[in-house]
Antibody, heavy 117, light 113 residues
Framework: QVQLVESGGGVVQPGRSLTLSCAAS????????MHWVRQAPGKGLEWVAL????????FYADSVKGRFTISRDNSKNTVYLIMHSLRAEDTAVYFC??????????WGKGATVTVSS | DIVMTQSPDSLAVSLGERATIDCKSS????????????LAWYQQKPGQPPKLLIS???TRESGVPDRFSGSGSGTDFTLTISSLQAEDVAVYYC?????????FGQGTRLELK
């Protein structure tokens, strides 16, 4: 059974940094691209970042480019979202998702990030 | 960026009736070399992550009831629920994966009438 479990969420002050992790099990992790998608309170879905299966290519939404970094450790079956210079508008539930041709076929339950002073 | 626009924003349908949600992309998501539309549909229930229903505009995921169907090509797509069940109450999103940035529609809230 494929499972994705996010961790690392919390409350952080504006301008500070936070790293989210997503641990995968039940899949050949190194064979799949991985996404981060976020959802602000009461809002729709916003794609954030994509990592290729080997981690050699990354793609970002304009809203996070230069501030967020997606990385992965295939030996640990884990993908990360390293977030710097956080803003109030980054407050959201962050989902990791398995990528299949760039759509998302398996999702984690999400980690909540609140940016507030 | 490709803008995805869904209509309507909300929809109320009686049990057993048909529900139709439209999705329009600002440019074609049809990849002509393989004749595939890079369009997916997701269902999200309150407090849950999204669930993939349909990929390639019309390919139903394994385990998704056959009352869900997707159609369309190019820039105009439709998700149809042929006979609404109570468990189908949710928000539905279309998504294009033709190019980055990957973009979602704003969502359509489906309720019971």
């Amino acid at each position: 059974q494929v499972q994705l479990v996010e961790s690392g969420g919390g409350v952080v002050q504006p301008g500070r940094s936070l790293t989210l992790s997503c641990a995968a099990s039940g899949l050949a992790f190194s064979s799949y691209a991985m996404h981060w998608v976020r959802q602000a309170p009461g809002k729709g879905l916003e794609w954030v970042a994509l990592s290729s299966s080997d981690g050699s290519n990354q793609f970002y939404a304009d809203s996070v480019k230069g501030r967020f970094t997606i990385s992965r450790d295939n030996s640990k079956n884990t993908v990360y979202l390293i977030m710097h210079s956080l803003r109030a508008e980054d407050t959201a539930v962050y989902f990791c998702a398995r990528g299949k041709f760039s759509y998302m076929d398996v999702w984690g339950k999400g980690a909540t990030v609140t940016v507030s002073s | 960026d490709i803008v995805m626009t869904q209509s309507p924003d909300s929809l109320a349908v009686s049990l057993g009736e048909r529900a139709t949600i439209d999705c329009k992309s600002s440019q074609s998501v049809l990849y002509r070399s393989n004749n595939k539309n890079f369009l997916a549909w997701y269902q999200q229930k309150p407090g849950q992550p999204p669930k993939l229903l349909i990929s390639w505009a019309s390919t139903r995921e394994s385990g998704v009831p056959d009352r869900f169907s997707g159609s369309g090509s190019g820039t105009d797509f439709t998700l149809t629920i042929s006979s609404l069940q109570a468990e189908d109450v949710a928000v539905y999103y279309c998504q294009q994966y033709y190019t980055t940035p990957i973009t979602f529609g704003q969502g359509t809230r489906l309720e019971l009438k």
